[in-house]
């Protein structure tokens, strides 16, 4: 039975809201190229209003509605939304899978990680009750200190399609747990699962205006989002050139941004390690979410003494990969999100073509499916280092793939990128992983694995890949604003300046 598309509008003042201009876009199924529904378009009269409510959700009741109520009393809501999320798993891990394109396996996964998101938030937001006025120690007897932890204030908080209720999760959880009240704008690409969780705020009771949600296009709703001088901080995740648009919109008012940005991140493969393990997670690290990953490691940098060998598995095991409709059972790699996308990947597959590169395997539709957005699983050899394939992130299912001789041969070439985002290093030998990865220039560094993340530890990047830290405790940081008080307790006066004669 096919999937039912909810009928949304707007979510703003926890209340659903018609676009102001009254525009919708169309729901796109990447699997099918069918139109399966419509969201809501909102625009800057519409961000104008959800900001204005974001700002009296954090003054309203003097801020002890939200604001300034107590960590516990947030956790509260946070734990309701991941209970909530829980009961609706099956339902929305498959509205997800038909909007993004990814197989159902991967987004039930992701689904659990959402909830999972909010509870350790939630936890995190009461830890942060036991921090209050946290004193510093003071070399001096006269004055004592202590820090407060505050909302950083009204957050616009701007997340991908690859992974849209996830990505929304990991920036959501902590800002409320921060106490702030924020205004979300998923991508146009795939929204469903955002305007969901409207419904789930709606049901667990959150204070109007603390979380809205507005879909649309990201000049129509994300821009004006981004420089409105009542938003107080941007968090954004999506490609490195809107991150500097968003960065130069913040700019003039010295407004706080947080990206998480693009990537062409390296695996590097030495040769001790046990290949098939090593294939199967360079094959992980690159068709995941059907190869849509800032982090993917994209780079298949492996040593020549082992490359012959290592080749032959990966080719093997690329053609053992199910590529289908994102519903089927066993699915390993869906269509990509859009038109769009489908026909960017082409032209770099295309281009690596005419530079003199080699596609060993894929490279074009499946010859089994006549329609949706899908592309095989592409391996791309002979490549050079000054090749758009090698240089630029082309977020698909792409692989490009090159020898070393040498360890450092290795890492000049894991380095040799405006990027910085991941990096995975595989081999047997513990010492040189230690080394290689305080080496590598990324923000992630994974051992003898690829793309695991997890909730506890931070994530982010270097270089053209943005900072800022999301997840963790590092990600609660990003929406807390650092007050140090201090109090001078003695009962001497001060004494710096002489005295004047009392009349």
Known sequence: MATQIPNRQLFIDGEWREPALKKRIPIINPATEETIGDIPAATAEDVEIAVEAARKALARNKGRDWSSASGAVRAKYLRAIASKIKERKSELAKLE??????????????????????????GLAESLDAKEKAP??????????HVLQEPIGVVGLITAWNYPLLMAAWKVAPALAAGCAAILKPSELASITCLELAEVCIKVGLPPGVLNILTGLGQEAGAPLASHPHVDKVAFTGSTITGSKIMAAAAPLVKPVSLELGGKSPIVVFEDVDIEKAVEWTCFGIFLTNGQICSATSRLIVHERIAAEFMDRLLKWCKNIKVSDPMDEGCRLGPVVSRGQYEKILKFISTAKSEGAKVAFGGGRPEHLKKGFFIEPTIITDVTASMQIWREEVFGPVLCVKTFGSEEEALELANDTYYGLGAAVMSKDSERCERFSKALQAGIVWINCSQPSFIQAPWGGIKRSGFGRELGEWGLHLYLSVKQVTQYVSDQPWGWFKSPSKP
């Open 97 to 122: 899978a038909v909007d993004s394109g990814k197989p159902l396996d991967e987004t039930t996964s992701d689904i659990d990680e959402v909830a999972g998101c909010f509870e350790y938030y939630a």
């Open 136 to 145: 510093i120690s003071l070399p001096a007897e006269n004055f004592k200190s």
